[in-house]
């Protein structure tokens, strides 16, 4: 696109506007599939607007994936019984107080009319996931606090004093977080479907590698903040378990974030990663360090034969780092690239599926 | 067009109140609840007066908004937004240096000029986002945000495949085009429509403005405007990705994205579903994954 923002003259029938672009884009472009938008656009403006969002839902999207993740880990570690990791069940439960906590505050300062937040639990409507997202928060907060209350009175009473008291909150805990666990597992990846189901060119590319990249990040940084949990407490079985399903949920987020990334490069969507406060947050936070870096140190405490407390502490720091760099880049990046006309109109050249 | 034969029972230039059903006079069409109703806007006919604008802001109460000049054409409205309802887009087809154009073409010269709006969709993106129930289809099947209700969540704003609706800084809720609500429910046609002098914006039942573009279009192909389509009925561009038809439409000459819509838009709640199933299905294979490694014998 060339300023003084004049169209050349692009007479002609309709069809020139939905034909496949030429086969090779940007330099250094090797796919032979990227639809890069070299058409008109009415003085460079925006067709679409960007969101209104910022760090503040960003952040909640973190904590509240972060939360939800913790409860599924801290439920599924109570049903497998594993003396090792009681006290992992425990701060699961505590974890998940922080979304839920922080969530409402976070999400209500994002209005524009605060004082309405409650229009939000007006009605229910099924094709909008804030919508959805928010009766899922609020069935969340629900059984998540109920959760840890129980847990909370079993941390506070004498196992002398009061046996059958503590079977009942045990009991009532591990029926409470079953629901909790459920809810938290909408809280993980909602918020991909908030973004996935807009207009906005980054976050309506793949709706599905979105959701799936969300979920693994969110269930990387709560069993990473559980391991660290554990390690705090010295118990380093549990830690080294944690750090294993870390690695796991790290990897699988890494092989989704390839995999969108080449998505994003094909549709023409791609430019505002490449700018270079995004190469940081993304490439570099989101991917780098949220991913691969921690990947490298569980792969290295795991061959050798005196694993490091140390390198321990950095990958699950690395990863919660990178989980809340991959939910902000995303949001800013997104925002950005409604913008600017060519990524919508690159993506919004033909109809096809998303992946 | 033909003068309504009711116009003589008013043949006074002063009037108590509005004229019962006016938009049958005005616009040659009853209002009707239950029916569906929308804009033909026909940018062969535009010539770029921006009455539509003004009469818009004036019967809507909104605000001036961008005092300054753009230097883009005569566009110095820029884009709709939340107090800009009704936006003529200005494109000059003249090229630079030596592809600069000598000869005009019939219709417009070289100058391209289109009103722009909300399209009141059929399945709107924005009110299927909205979390609240603020924007609701009306009984005239049009799209509208209920001020009472809005929180300003903003999520409207990027669901919008057109880049419409828009959040005022003001009052903190979300504004767009209502399709003149009040007006409709008091018989009269829309202030844009009503306004446009030349008839470039048309009102009326969605069906018969359908039919009525489709033979303009006829039209101006015999007469020598080969370019000419709709865009936004059913089948056509911008009726694309599930959205349905819009309702309100238009008539262009050019590429659509020269007047800066998508030529093929899509509907942004499809792809909620695909989105929650795939993030369940990672979560439950990382929860399962999760019971494996974290069950079995103590210790290690
Ligand atoms: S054009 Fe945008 S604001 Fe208008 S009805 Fe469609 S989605 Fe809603």
Redesign the interface.
């Known amino acids: 696109m060339s300023y ?11 069809e ?3 034909r496949q672009r030429a086969p090779y884009g940007r330099t250094g472009d090797r796919s032979p599939f990227r639809q890069v938008y070299d ?5 460079g ?9 910022d760090w503040k839902i960003a952040l909640y999207i973190f904590l509240g994936g972060l939360s939800g ?1 913790a409860e ?2 801290a439920t ?2 109570d ?7 009681e006290d ?1 069940v425990r701060q699961g439960r505590y974890l998940a107080l922080v979304g839920t906590l922080a969530g409402p505050p976070l999400l209500i300062a ?5 004082s ?2 409650y ?2 639990l ?2 229910f ?1 099924g ?6 997202g ?1 009766w899922i928060l609020t069935a969340f907060g629900g059984f998540a606090v109920a959760t840890a209350a129980a847990q909370g009175g079993l941390d506070t009473t004498n196992p002398v004093r009061w046996p059958r008291l503590r079977r009942i909150l045990r009991g009532s805990a591990r029926v409470l977080q079953v629901p909790a666990a459920l809810a938290g ?2 809280m ?3 918020t ?3 973004m ?5 060119p980054l ?2 590319a793949a ?6 990249r ?3 990040a ?2 990387a940084a709560a ?1 990473a903040a559980l391991s660290l949990g554990a390690r705090r407490h010295h118990r380093i ?1 549990a830690a ?3 750090e ?2 870390t690695a ?2 790290a990897a ?1 987020e890494l092989v ?1 974030a390839r995999a969108s990334n080449e998505v994003y490069r094909q549709r023409g969507v791609d430019t505002a990663l490449h700018e270079p406060q995004f190469r940081l947050f993304y490439s570099g936070g989101a991917e780098l360090i949220g991913t691969a870096v921690p990947l490298a140190l569980y792969v290295a405490n795991r061959v050798t034969r005196h694993p490091s407390n140390r390198l321990a502490w950095a990958g699950g720091l690395a990863v919660m780092a990178g989980s809340a760099a991959l939910r902000l880049s995303m949001m800013y990046a997104g925002n950005e690239s ?1 913008r600017h ?1 060519e990524p ?2 690159a993506a ?4 096809r599926t ?1 992946p | 067009m033909t003068v309504h034969a009711r116009a003589r029972d008013y043949p006074q230039s002063e009037f108590e109140g509005p004229i019962p059903n006016e938009s049958e006079l005005t616009a040659g069409s009853r209002i009707v609840p239950g029916r569906s109703y929308g804009f033909f806007t026909d940018t062969t006919r535009c010539i770029g007066c921006k009455a539509c604008e003004t009469a818009c802001k004036q019967w809507n109460a909104l605000p001036a908004d961008n005092m300054a000049l753009t230097g883009d054409s005569y566009d110095n409205t820029g884009a709709l937004s939340a107090s800009t309802w009704r936006h003529v887009a200005f494109i000059e087809k003249i090229g630079t240096g030596a592809d600069r154009a000598t000869e005009m073409p019939p219709y417009q010269s070289n100058w391209l000029m289109m009103s722009d709006v909300c399209k009141h969709c059929h399945n709107a993106p924005c009110l299927e986002a909205c979390p609240t129930g603020a924007l609701f289809r009306t009984e005239f099947d049009t799209v509208v945000v209920q001020q009472d209700i809005c929180n300003g969540c903003g999520y409207c704003v990027p669901a919008c495949p057109f880049g419409v609706v828009d959040l005022s800084e003001v009052d903190g809720k979300a504004h767009k085009c209502t399709l003149c609500y009040d007006r409709l429910k008091g018989g009269l046609e829309p202030a844009c429509a009503k306004a446009c002098p030349t008839d470039s914006i048309q009102f009326g039942e969605v069906e018969h403005l359908q039919r009525a573009a489709e033979q303009r279009v006829a039209d101006l192909h015999q007469r020598g405007v080969p370019n000419a389509y709709l865009y936004g009925t059913p089948g056509a561009p911008g009726a694309t990705g599930d959205l349905g038809h819009l309702n309100a439409f238009f008539l262009l000459t050019e590429r659509p994205e020269v007047y800066n819509l998508p030529p093929a838009p899509t509907r942004a709640s499809n792809r909620t579903l695909p989105s929650l199933i795939s993030g369940l299905a990672t979560v439950a294979s990382l929860a399962a994954a999760a019971a494996l490694l974290l069950g079995g014998r103590p210790g290690r």
């Open positions: 003084p923002g004049k169209v050349e003259a692009v007479s002609g029938p309709l020139h506007s939905t058409g008109p656009t009415y003085y403006r925006n067709t679409v607007k960007p969101s209104p969002f993740a599924i880990i599924v570690a049903f497998d019984g594993n003396p090792a990791l992992t994002g209005l524009h009319t605060p309405r937040w229009n939000m007006r009605i409507r094709t909008s996931p804030m919508s959805i928010s597992a909408g993980s990846v909602y991909a479907g908030l996935a189901a807009t207009s906005t976050w309506a709706p599905r590698l979105l959701a799936a969300f979920a693994a969110a269930m069993s079985a080294e378990r944690l294993d399903l796991l949920a699988t989704m409604a006309p919508y109109l919004t050249q033909s109809e998303s």
